[in-house]
C-alpha cells in the first residue's frame, strides 16, 4: 500500500481518506469551467490536529495540499493543479461558542453558512451573520479566505468581520491570530499588529484556517425588501449612495438579467432593510421609498416593483435559495467573475457585460452588490453553461476570461481569482507590491505546498 | 425509466449541496450516507457525478462505485431539499444506476445475497417462508379469510426478533379493537419495496404481482401494513401493477381506533418521548401527523421533538435494504447513531418510530452507544398496548 495513503488513514481514520478513482473523480474538478486536475489524496480531517499532522507529512513528502471548504468558489481555486492532497475541511463543523454580549460566534473553519443560519435562527434570534448569496454548503472559513460578501454588506466584507483566529501554518504549526493568542477571548485582532492579512484573502496559498471568531449582528424582528427599478444603468450609482446616506438597508443589490424577457434591460436595485417593530419598518420604507426615491418616480426615472410574498420571501430567505442560474440552459453549470470595483463603474460594467454575453450566446445575467456605505461593489458577470456541451463550456470560460481582462481595464480587481485572472493581477500588479507577497509566501510556505498554483509568478 | 433514459437530466445537477441539509438547515449532513461518509462522493449531487462519469465512461463501475451508489438508503431528503426543477428525478436516477449495475451482474454479494434471499425465500435473511407466520403463535391473531382487513407485517416484523413485538403488539391491539383483520402467515410475500429500491425491478414486479393476485384471490381490498416501506409499496407501486388496495399505516389505524374510543389508552405512559419521522411514511407519503397525533392522545406522554423532525428527520440509514447489506454501519457517525444521540439530546426516555426498519436500526445503535439506561426505543404500537395494559392493571385492581 502507498505509505502516504497509509499514513495518512494512520492521522484520520481508512473512512476519510480516499486514493479511489471515484473519489479523485470527485475532487479533481470544481463546479465552474476549470479544467480538471488529478487529485492524488483525498482526506476529510475532524481535528485543527490532524490537520497539522497531515500538513507536516506533507512538508515532509513535499506533497501539495488544497485546502478545500464548501466548494463552491466556482473559479477553480480548489481544484489541485498540482495533483496533492486534497483537504475537505467540512467534518470540522462545530459551533463552539456564541458570546451574545459581545455578539460573536466562534466556529471551526468547516462550519456550513447554512448551518450557522440554522443554528442561529433556532437558539440566538436576536443575532444573524453576513450571509454570503452561495448555496447552504459554502463554509465560513472558505468565504472568509476569498473575502466574501454577503446580506450585511453594509458592514463591509465578511473577512472584515472576523475576529481572532487559529491556523496551521504551511509548516504544520498551529498559530493563533488576535485576541485569542493571549486572552480566553476571540473577539477582536487589534490592537495587536496585524497578522491576519497574511491568510485572509490568500486563497489558502499561506495556510489552512481551522478555526474563526466571527462578527454577530443584531437580528431585527421583522425584515422587508422593495425593488426599486430603473432603466438607466446610470442611475444606479446615483440610487445606491442616496440609500446608503441613509444608513437604513443592510443590503443593496443591483441586479439585470435577460431572462425572462420581462426583465431585459431593467436594472432592479433590491433594498432589504430591517425593523423590530411594523412602526420602525413602516418609517423605514417611508424615508427610503418615498422620501429618497420618490423623486424618481415623480420624475419618471423609475418605480417599485409590485413584490409578491413568494418573491419577497425568495430574497429574504436564509440561507439564499437560487433556483434558475444553473439551469438556465438546463445544462447544471454557471461560473462568475467577480469585480470589487468602485460603484460609479457599475453602467459601464453593465455595458460592456451585455456585450460579452451577447458575444458568446449566452443570456446576460449581472449583479452588483454594494460593500459597506458605497465604499465599493462587488460586480458579478455570470455564464451558465451546459455541463453536458464542451462547445457551451468552453464558450463560458473565454466569456469568463474577456471579463477577468475588463475588470482590469475599468479599475476593478478580480474577486476569488481563478488562475487566468491571477495572472493578469499580477501582472499588473506595482512589481514591490508584487515582490512583498512572494517573499510573504516563501517565509511562509518554503516548500511551496500550500495550494500550488495559486497567487504565483509562472 | 433505464439509466440511459436520464441522459438528458443527470447532468443538470450543479451539485450546489442543498441535498445534503434539512429543511431548518441545522446540520450539513441529512444524507445519511454524507453523514456517515462525511466525502463528496457519498452525497446525492456526488454520487449523480460519478453514475453520470460512468455513464460517459471516465471511471469504471468498481466495487467501491457499487457502494457508493448502493449507500443511498432512498430517504428522499434530496427531492425534499433540491431546488431545482428536476428533482424528484433524483432518487429515481440513483435507483436506475442500481438496475444497470444489477443488470449487468456488477454488484456486492451482500447484495446479490439480499435480493437472492427475497427472490428464494421470500425475505432478506433467507429465513423459511414456513416461519413466515410464526411471530403470531399463541396469541390468536385470525388468518385472513374474508375480514374487512389484511394485516400486511412484512418481512422485518415477521422475523426480526425485535420487530416481532411491534408486528405483535399492533396485532393484539386489532384484537383488543375489534377490528376485523387477518394474516397471511406462511402465506405472506416480501412486499418488494426494498428490491425496488435496489434497483431489481423484475423481481419487484414478480414479487408485486404475486402479492396482488393473492389479495385479489382472497378478496382482499383494505389492507393495514406495520412498515411504511410496505405502505408505500402498496400504495404507490402496486396500482401500477393494477393493484388498487385501500391500505393504511397502523398509526393511522390507531389514531382512529383511539379517537372513536375502541381503544381506551387511559392507561397512560408516563414518559418523555421523541419521535422518529419513518422516510417512507414521512418524506415519501407526507405522513406526520397520525403518529404525534396517537402519541398526545396517550395520557402521560410528554412529545417532544428533534432538531431535525418531520421533513427534515435524519433517515435512520436502513432504507433502500441498507438494513440489510449495512453499507452505513460500523462507525460512530453511522445515521443510526447519530439520530440516538439527538434523541438522548432531547431528554426523551423513548424514541418511538413507526416503522421495523426504524426499530431495528435504532435498538442495534442503541446498545452500540451504550445508552440502554437513558433511552428505550419503542414502536409507536407498542407504546399504545403499555398504555392499554395499563389501563387493564388498573380496572382489574
Known amino acids: 500500500m502507498d505509505s502516504v495513503r497509509e499514513s495518512l488513514a494512520e492521522i484520520v481514520g481508512q473512512d476519510y481518506v480516499s486514493t479511489e478513482p471515484e473519489e479523485l473523480y470527485i475532487y479533481s474538478r470544481d463546479l465552474g469551467t476549470t479544467e480538471p486536475h488529478q487529485a492524488d489524496y483525498v482526506v476529510a480531517p475532524k481535528t485543527a490536529q490532524e490537520v497539522q499532522a497531515i500538513v507536516k507529512l506533507a512538508n515532509e513528502k513535499k ?13 477553480g481555486i480548489v481544484v489541485p493543479l498540482r495533483g496533492g492532497i486534497v483537504l475537505d475541511l467540512k467534518r470540522m463543523d462545530r459551533i463552539l461558542e456564541v458570546n451574545e454580549r459581545a455578539r460573536y460566534v466562534v466556529v471551526e473553519a468547516g462550519v456550513s453558512q447554512g448551518k450557522l443560519a440554522g443554528y442561529l435562527e433556532k437558539h440566538h434570534r436576536n443575532l444573524i451573520h453576513s450571509e454570503p448569496g452561495a448555496p447552504p454548503q459554502a463554509t465560513i472559513g472558505g468565504n472568509v479566505v476569498i473575502h466574501g460578501q454577503g446580506d450585511l454588506a453594509l458592514y463591509g466584507f465578511n473577512s472584515d468581520m472576523v475576529g481572532a483566529f487559529e491556523v496551521v501554518l504551511p509548516t504544520g504549526e498551529l498559530c493563533k491570530i488576535g485576541s485569542c493568542s493571549l486572552s480566553p477571548y476571540w473577539f477582536s485582532r487589534p490592537p495587536l499588529p496585524e497578522l491576519g492579512g497574511l491568510f485572509l484573502g490568500w486563497l489558502g496559498a499561506t495556510g489552512i484556517i481551522t478555526k474563526l471568531a466571527l462578527k454577530l449582528y443584531p437580528r431585527k424582528r421583522k425584515r422587508d425588501v422593495e425593488i426599486f427599478v430603473v432603466e438607466d444603468a446610470a442611475l444606479v450609482p446615483d440610487v445606491a449612495y442616496k440609500i446608503t446616506h441613509l444608513e437604513m438597508a443592510e443590503d443593496i443589490v443591483a441586479w439585470s438579467q435577460e431572462l425572462p424577457p420581462l426583465y431585459r434591460g431593467l436594472h432592479n436595485i433590491n433594498i432589504v432593510f430591517s425593523g423590530d417593530s411594523e412602526k420602525e419598518l413602516d418609517f423605514k420604507r417611508e424615508v427610503i421609498c418615498e422620501d429618497t426615491l420618490g423623486a424618481y418616480v415623480r420624475g419618471g426615472d423609475g418605480g417599485f416593483l409590485d413584490l409578491q410574498p413568494e418573491m419577497k420571501g425568495r430574497i429574504l430567505g436564509r440561507p439564499q435559495i437560487d433556483r434558475s442560474t444553473a439551469d438556465i440552459k438546463k445544462g447544471g453549470g454557471f461560473e462568475y467573475v467577480g469585480a470589487i470595483i468602485p460603484v460609479d463603474c457599475y453602467p459601464e460594467c453593465w455595458r460592456e457585460g451585455v456585450e460579452i454575453a451577447g458575444r458568446y450566446d449566452i443570456a446576460y445575467t449581472l449583479l452588483g452588490r454594494i460593500i459597506g456605505k458605497c465604499h465599493a461593489m462587488m460586480f458579478s458577470w455570470t455564464y451558465a453553461f451546459n455541463r453536458a456541451d464542451p462547445e457551451s463550456v468552453g464558450q463560458a470560460r473565454q466569456a469568463l476570461h474577456e471579463s477577468d481582462e475588463l475588470i482590469l481595464k475599468l479599475g476593478g480587481v478580480p474577486w476569488k481569482p481563478g488562475v487566468h485572472a491571477q495572472k493578469l493581477i499580477l501582472d499588473t500588479m506595482e512589481p514591490n507590491t508584487l515582490r512583498l507577497m512572494m517573499k510573504i509566501k516563501e517565509a511562509l510556505d518554503p516548500n511551496g505546498i500550500m495550494n500550488p498554483g495559486n497567487w504565483e509568478v509562472q | 425509466m433505464a439509466l440511459q433514459d436520464y441522459r438528458d437530466i443527470i447532468h443538470r445537477c450543479f451539485r450546489c449541496g442543498y441535498c445534503k441539509f434539512p429543511t431548518n438547515h441545522i446540520e450539513a449532513n441529512n444524507c445519511p450516507a454524507y453523514a456517515r461518509f462525511r466525502l463528496e462522493s457519498y452525497s446525492a449531487g456526488g454520487r449523480l457525478w460519478l453514475i453520470r462519469a460512468w455513464m460517459n465512461n471516465e471511471i469504471e463501475c468498481s466495487e467501491r462505485l457499487a457502494r457508493i451508489v448502493f449507500a443511498c438508503t432512498a430517504c428522499r431528503n434530496c427531492v425534499e431539499r433540491c431546488p431545482y426543477r428536476f428533482s424528484d428525478e433524483i432518487v429515481n436516477m440513483i435507483v436506475a444506476a442500481k438496475n444497470e449495475m444489477v443488470d449487468r451482474g456488477l454488484v456486492r454479494s451482500t447484495i446479490r445475497n439480499f435480493l437472492e434471499n427475497v427472490k428464494k425465500y421470500g425475505n432478506p435473511y433467507g429465513e423459511p417462508r414456513e416461519t413466515r407466520g410464526k411471530w403470531a403463535d399463541g396469541i390468536g391473531i385470525p388468518r385472513y379469510n374474508g375480514q374487512e382487513f389484511l394485516y400486511y407485517v412484512g418481512c422485518v416484523g415477521s422475523y426480526d426478533t425485535r420487530a416481532v413485538k411491534a408486528a405483535k403488539a399492533l396485532g393484539q391491539l386489532l384484537l383488543e379493537a375489534g377490528v376485523s383483520f387477518g394474516v397471511l402467515g406462511a402465506d405472506e410475500d416480501c412486499d418488494g419495496n426494498e428490491v425496488n429500491k435496489l434497483g431489481e425491478e423484475a423481481l419487484f414486479e414478480m414479487l408485486a404481482q404475486r402479492n396482488i393476485e393473492q389479495f385479489k384471490r382472497l378478496g382482499v381490498t383494505k389492507v393495514i401494513t406495520l412498515s411504511p416501506h410496505s405502505y408505500n409499496a402498496i400504495k404507490n407501486d402496486y396500482p401500477k401493477l393494477d393493484g388498487q388496495f385501500e391500505v393504511v399505516h397502523a398509526t393511522d389505524l390507531l389514531r382512529d381506533l383511539i379517537k372513536s374510543g375502541k381503544l381506551d389508552v387511559s392507561g397512560g405512559v408516563d414518559a418523555t418521548v421523541t419521535y422518529q419521522d419513518p422516510c417512507f411514511l414521512g418524506r415519501w407519503n407526507k405522513e406526520y401527523d397520525a403518529p404525534r397525533d396517537v402519541l398526545r392522545a396517550i395520557p402521560g406522554v410528554k412529545l417532544v421533538e428533534m432538531e431535525r423532525n418531520k421533513s427534515a428527520a435524519l433517515c435512520c440509514g436502513g432504507g433502500g435494504g441498507n438494513f440489510g447489506t449495512d453499507f452505513l454501519g460500523g462507525g460512530e457517525e453511522s445515521p443510526a447513531r447519530i439520530r440516538i444521540r439527538e434523541a438522548c439530546a432531547t431528554g426523551a426516555d423513548i424514541l418511538a418510530t413507526a416503522c421495523p426498519i426504524c426499530l431495528t436500526m435504532f435498538q442495534d445503535a442503541l446498545k452500540t452507544e451504550g445508552l440502554e439506561a437513558k433511552l428505550a426505543v419503542k414502536d409507536v404500537s407498542e407504546i399504545v398496548a403499555e398504555a392499554c395494559v395499563s389501563k387493564k392493571a388498573s380496572t382489574t385492581d
Open chain 1, 63 to 75: 506533497i501539495p495540499v488544497v485546502p478545500l471548504g464548501g466548494g463552491v468558489s466556482l473559479t
